[in-house]
């Protein structure tokens, strides 16, 4: 969990150089890029507007997320909020980390001077393994100094039990404290060293991006911008906007829904997932590298040919494969016997047995009068198998009807006993009630009766 939050902290000291007013979002626009690493790998970036409130992220083979922007404002001010989660999985631990993100408040709008801070609460959550961390990204208070911006305070958590906590600012050194010993030791800190090793990032051409990819999209607003034309700049902005809401209105009067071309929702989570994803942890004996094309990430594979489980511990070819119908007759020897020879000899034909041929040399003749026979002959054994799936079947059904019965003699017993022991549970709770056994009033009605025929006895007498 501490290098989790570690690499979560470490993304938030690079702020932007100055606050502009930012782009619309457009329905489907795109964006690609990747970072390469030292050690050769590579981490791709792709993200695609779903809708004019969702926004999906995906960094691949690490991250999902979906980010929904809404503005709050209170007239000096103004917060961007970043609803949704980013899932962080760990492919070979098999580990799922749910991870929210602080919003984006800036101050200053009308008077004062113009400043971006993050604040709200965050958490990074591990099913898996029950651990916790909630970290606070602190607004500086009116009265406060300058010793109280971007500010962060945190816990790391196991189930209830806080282990650590964290202190500092979120653009310089932050503190990690021990709960159990006391130490506090340097987490994380932004050092001139660190930031020369910030990767370089690599995008398409924006003469070869698509029609709706950011750069593409919005070139003649960023050069309007960088020309200083703000004029130009938000021309080219409203024609933007205008052939959005004309595409909405058409697609409304044909009654047709936007359809995302590289993410899909969940119907059950309602999450949105990258069509081509690909889980699997990564393979160092097979995997090469990884690539992007078009907005998918494939992987570059030494065995072109994906291993397949076979009855045959000899070949993998599917050709070499016999099919179950066709074997009946045959032992498992001869027809490894016979894929043996397939491999040896490299012959292109397949033999072909029923359980009624008698060639012993089994030759493939591909004339009409021999494709009649086999096809009658696939055709023959077919019924004699379906007729053989009915007979099972029959018997299956026997068989449960057998075992329903028995079922239901036994639980008929089983209530008899249930009835047994309540009657008996009466009695004594009858016992328990009277002070007395079932013994006892036989003994008493006894000695009356005795005591009864003396007196009789003695009158008679």
């Known amino acids: 969990m501490k290098g989790i939050v570690k690499w979560y902290l470490s993304g938030f000291y690079k702020k932007p150089k100055g606050l502009k007013k930012p782009y619309n979002p457009i329905l489907g626009e795109t964006f690609r890029c990747y970072w390469k ?23 691949l083979r690490i991250v999902f997320g979906t980010l929904f922007p809404p503005q709050k404002g209170s007239g000096n001010s103004t ?24 919003y984006a408040h800036c101050k200053g709008i009308l008077m004062g001077t ?14 898996k393994t029950g651990y916790k961390t909630e970290i606070e990204f602190k607004l500086k208070p009116f009265l406060g100094g300058a010793e109280q911006t ?51 990032r690599f995008t398409v051409p924006v003469d070869e991006q698509g029609e709706f990819e950011s750069e593409h999209l919005w070139q003649h607003v ?35 829904e936007w359809v995302p071309k590289y993410f899909e929702q969940d119907l059950i989570s309602g999450h949105w997932m990258y069509k081509h994803a690909d889980l699997r942890p990564w393979d160092p004996r097979n995997d090469v590298c990884q690539y992007e094309y078009n907005y998918v990430i494939q992987t570059k594979t030494r065995h072109q040919t994906p291993m397949i489980r076979t009855a045959s511990i000899v070949s993998v070819d599917p050709q070499t494969v016999v099919p179950l119908l066709q074997t009946e007759s045959r032992s498992s020897i001869s027809a490894r016997k016979s894929s043996k020879l397939h491999l040896s000899t490299k012959v292109t034909t397949v033999e072909r047995h029923d359980s009624a041929s008698s060639s012993p040399e089994g030759e493939f003749h591909s004339d009409s ?57 009466a009695e004594k709770q009858l016992v328990s009630n009277f002070g007395f056994s079932h013994e ?14 003396f007196v009789w006895l003695f009158c008679h007498i």
């Open 440 to 453: 006892l009033v036989l003994t008493v009605v006894a000695v009356a009766v005795l005591q009864s025929l």
């Open 222 to 256: 960023s050069a309007a911008i960088a020309r200083d034309d703000q004029v130009a700049a938000t021309e080219e902005k409203t024609a933007l906007e205008e052939a959005q809401r004309a595409a909405a209105k058409e697609r409304k009067m044909k009654c047709v």
């Open 114 to 127: 113009l400043t971006m801070e993050l604040g709200g609460k965050v958490s990074i959550d591990c099913d």
């Open 150 to 200: 971007n500010t962060i305070s945190g816990r790391l958590k196991l189930g209830k039990e806080t282990l650590a906590t964290i202190e500092g600012y979120w653009d310089g050194s932050i503190f990690i404290t021990d709960r159990r010993t006391g130490e506090e030791q340097l987490f994380w800190k932004p050092t001139p060293e660190v930031r020369s090793q910030r990767l370089k």
């Open 369 to 425: 009068s021999q494709s009649e026979n086999e096809s009658h002959s696939r055709s023959h054994t077919c019924c004699r198998t379906n007729s053989r799936l009915a007979e099972t079947v029959s018997g299956l059904e026997k068989t449960l009807q057998d075992h329903g019965e028995k079922l239901g003699r036994i639980q008929r017993g089983l209530e008899h006993l249930a009835k047994v022991q309540r009657e008996k549970g």
């Open 37 to 59: 690493h030292p050690n050769g790998s590579r981490t791709f970036y792709l993200a695609e507007q779903v809708n004019g409130d969702v926004y999906l992220i995906l960094g």
């Open 79 to 102: 917060s961007a909020i970043l609803d949704g989660v980013a899932l962080l999985t760990l492919l070979p631990r098999g580990e799922d980390y749910s991870i929210t993100i602080p």
